[in-house]
């Protein structure tokens, strides 16, 4: 998304995350580009082919989440693929006793 980063370049390798207080404002790119913002401190942004890139270490969680709003209901058919490689029966949730998985493996924490 160009929006996200400096000079709308997605190749610079710098996000800048813009506050645009009037955004519904804007009915195109280029009135967007136009409304005063503010932005957020620039963040280095590297883009690493999931066939590259190699976690340092394993990871302590993994965040699934089921948006009705914006993922069409066919997609709920790839949720159980995330059991093949995440251990959702693992309970070391401390701090956390009401976070269950959904009991038919669809959906997440409740």
């Known amino acids: 998304m160009p929006f996200l980063f400096r000079d709308f370049n997605t190749t610079c390798g710098i996000m800048e995350l813009r506050y645009v207080p009037r955004v519904r404002d804007a009915s195109s790119k280029e009135e967007l580009r136009t409304l005063p913002h503010a932005l957020e401190p620039p963040i280095p942004f590297q883009k690493v082919s999931v066939e590259a890139y190699r976690a340092t ?49 669809k959906g997440g924490l409740r």
């Open 57 to 105: 270490e394993p990871f302590d969680y993994v965040i699934l989440c089921q948006s009705p709003g914006y993922t069409p209901v066919e997609a709920d058919a790839l949720i159980p693929i995330f059991q093949d490689y995440v251990d959702f029966e693992r309970d070391d949730r401390q701090g956390f006793p009401s976070l269950r998985v959904h009991p038919s493996g």
